[in-house]
């Protein structure tokens, strides 16, 4: 499934992300989330469950990192079935499975999370860079 790597980090950059995905095409939609604690996330979470239909969590390899099953606990409280997960790599099986061939992944909440989920799914910088 096509996956989308939003740095959004805070309940402006969260808003706008939702703005941006209720103007796409309809998709069955799974959020990969992962937010620092000292974050507001418990608004985070409230407006990322309205444009998701299931999410994974997972803790950014952080100190400041909320859990994963604090976080999922609480968009499971807006609605959104949510599982935490224990590594980034199981979280973004999981995603994928979700959201099946016809949907997509939209992850978002820390730009640890998606610096280091985009060199899991891309591979490092290097690679790329190979590619031109």
Aim: aromatic share 4%; charged share 15%; with cysteine.
């Amino acid at each position: 499934p096509p996956l989308l790597l939003d740095g959004a980090h805070n309940p402006q950059g969260v808003q706008m992300l939702a703005e941006f995905l209720q103007g796409l095409p309809r998709a069955r939609t799974v959020l990969l989330c992962g937010i620092m604690a000292d974050k507001d996330w418990q608004a985070m979470a409230r407006i990322l469950a309205a444009v998701s239909d299931e999410a994974v969590t997972v803790a950014p390899d952080n100190k400041r990192a909320l859990p994963a099953a604090a976080l999922a606990y609480a968009l499971g409280g807006h609605g959104v079935s949510a599982r935490a997960a224990d590594t980034l790599a199981g979280a973004y099986q999981a995603a994928r499975s979700l959201a099946g061939p016809q949907g997509r992944i939209v992850a978002a909440g820390s730009l640890y999370l998606v610096g280091e989920l985009r060199t899991l799914a891309v591979g490092p910088d290097s690679a790329l860079l190979a590619q031109e």
